[in-house]
């Protein structure tokens, strides 16, 4: 698992969701998988399904998203079927989430940036109020780094 991985899963965890890592699906007849989800969330309020994607790779952008399209080629009744298929949504949001470059939605996934869920994360924060007095539980280090990093710069710059 990277870091983008686990920043994602953390967010999503923090959230009250169900996070599913590095699901290997598709067994081959002579061994291992034809395919690998990196995370899959699930809300079991909502019963949102999200199936994402990371690359934090320095392929050029068309790579990428060839790459995404194949991962994301998955029967959504596969991965339902990992949730019970109990009343479970119509479809799956798709996201691939990657370092540098432009957001852009496609036909089957939408291309989301780091940044975006960086600041999704510090407005979450903020939302929720943590600070020293209300700390991020220690089971979230990267976003508990996130929230140190943001609360020294706001000490520093008064």
């Known amino acids: 698992m990277n870091f983008l991985e686990e920043l994602i899963s953390e967010y999503y965890s923090i959230q009250g969701y169900l996070i599913i890592q590095n699901i290997r699906i598709n067994p081959r007849k002579n061994g291992g998988h034809k395919n690998e989800i ?7 309020c909502t019963k ?13 952008r068309k790579d990428k998203i060839k790459n995404f399209k194949h991962k994301f080629k998955i029967d959504e009744q596969k991965i339902k079927k990992l949730f019970g298929n109990t009343h479970l949504p119509n479809s799956i949001k798709r996201e691939g989430i990657i370092l540098h470059g432009s957001p852009k939605k496609y036909k089957d996934f939408e291309l989301i940036s780091v940044q975006k869920y960086i600041n999704d994360i510090i407005k979450y924060l903020e939302d929720e109020k943590y600070s020293t007095k209300k700390m991020v539980p ?5 976003i508990r780094m996130i929230l140190f990093t943001k609360l020294y710069h706001e000490t520093k710059d008064k």
């Open 38 to 44: 990196d995370i899959l969330v699930f809300h079991p």
């Open 48 to 60: 949102q399904i999200i199936h994402i994607e990371t690359s934090s790779d320095n392929k050029n």
């Open 138 to 142: 220690e089971k979230y280090p990267l």
